[in-house]
């Protein structure tokens, strides 16, 4: 485990997202929270679009996003990695990978957050201050034992969210290595050395519409440059990071205690900001999970959202219902969002009014 000395300072929130679960959302935080419906229904869809800069202040406006949350969200992933660490596999051909995605993240946070990380090279020798985590760590470039971890490990240990790295072989995409400690029920150690297709397939009714086939056609022609984004979503009890199948016996009866009076703090929105990026040295694809939690008391604090959850969740497919982890919910979900629309007309797009 690195030696974390982390600093929270005046921005950072020291909470859990175990145990007592302290975790809360500030007023600023809900407010850029990504609502992922852009409409009063919800079916399935790729529904990817460049990952380009856009709204400053939002989720969108930096490569990676760093929050309130980013130091308690590092000590949990340290947490759980301690408890289990298959959370983080990568396969022997995959190391140039985490080379390229090392450099990848470096890069992106000491360019968009210079006031907490700091990256300068000379040649093959690298110096990099993760001030928030009170990290100082000097090593050489492709020179795996000049780090306390594998490249991809290192540096996954220090930015918020989850990823996997996909190999392109065979006219496919192949999860060969990844760091995934906030999953929404699905598990790294079961999926390593799966293609596109044996990933997805869990996923109701959309095997049916094609898009997989669509989605991978699209990704393998992605370039070096032009990352994409899609949002994903589903249903927490509790806020969670962790439901992984792994550690199902811990959190699966949570989602027997929601009553119609705690609907509110008990659900949580869960939505994943995936981003995809083209490495430049191997030419594989860097996947990056990001996940939001959005307590729906916070959420109907937004007009807006409040009517238009009401109406996904009320009229959204029974199999997806199931699939996002809410079926079992969804009556006393609706009843109580109901009381939060009032039936008026809701602006096209994801963003409050």
């Known amino acids: 485990m690195l030696d974390l000395k982390p600093d929270f300072g005046s921005f950072f929130k020291d909470e859990t997202f175990t145990g007592d679960f302290t975790f809360a959302n ?14 009063d229904d919800y079916m399935y869809s790729v529904n990817i679009e460049p990952h380009v800069s856009t709204r400053p202040g939002s ?35 995959m190391e140039l990978a985490g080379w390229d995605l090392l450099e990848l993240l470096m890069e992106s946070l000491a360019r968009d957050y210079p006031q907490w990380f700091t990256l300068t090279r000379s040649g093959n020798d690298w110096h990099w201050v993760n001030k928030p985590l009170g990290i100082d760590q000097r090593f050489t470039f492709l020179d795996a034992s000049s780090l306390p971890y594998g490249p ?6 220090q930015v918020q969210g989850d990823f996997t790295l996909q190999d392109e072989r065979d006219q496919n995409l192949w999860v060969d290595a990844g760091m995934v400690t906030t999953q929404a029920d699905w598990s790294l150690d079961f999926d390593i050395g799966m293609n596109f297709f044996e990933w997805h397939a869990p996923v109701p009714l959309a095997h049916e519409k094609g898009i997989f086939e669509r ?19 589903t249903m927490t009890v509790n806020p969670l990071l962790d439901t992984a199948p792994e550690t199902y016996p811990e959190w699966g009866a949570m989602r027997t205690t929601v009553t119609p009076q705690n609907v509110g703090e008990k659900l949580h929105l869960r939505v994943e900001l995936q981003s995809l990026f083209r490495l430049p040295r191997s030419n594989a694809i860097a996947f990056s999970i990001r996940a939001y939690l959005g307590r729906f008391d916070d959420l109907v604090t937004v007009p807006k959202w409040g009517r238009r959850l009401h109406r996904v969740v009320r009229d959204v497919h029974p199999d997806l219902a199931a699939y996002k982890g809410f079926l079992r919910n969804r009556d006393a979900m609706t009843d109580w969002l109901s009381h939060h629309d009032d039936g008026a007309p809701t602006s096209p797009g994801i963003w409050p009014d």
């Open 59 to 93: 989720v969108f406006e930096h490569a990676f996003d760093i929050d309130e949350h980013y130091v308690s969200e590092m000590r949990d992933r340290a947490r759980v990695l301690a408890r289990d660490p298959l959370r983080c596999q990568s396969l022997p051909h």
């Open 152 to 157: 991809m490990e290192y540096i996954t240990r």
């Open 215 to 233: 989605a991978l056609k699209f990704l393998l022609r992605l370039q070096h440059g032009a990352p994409v984004r899609r949002f994903n979503w």
């Open 26 to 39: 500030s007023p600023q935080s809900v407010r850029r929270f990504p609502f992922p419906f852009d409409r």
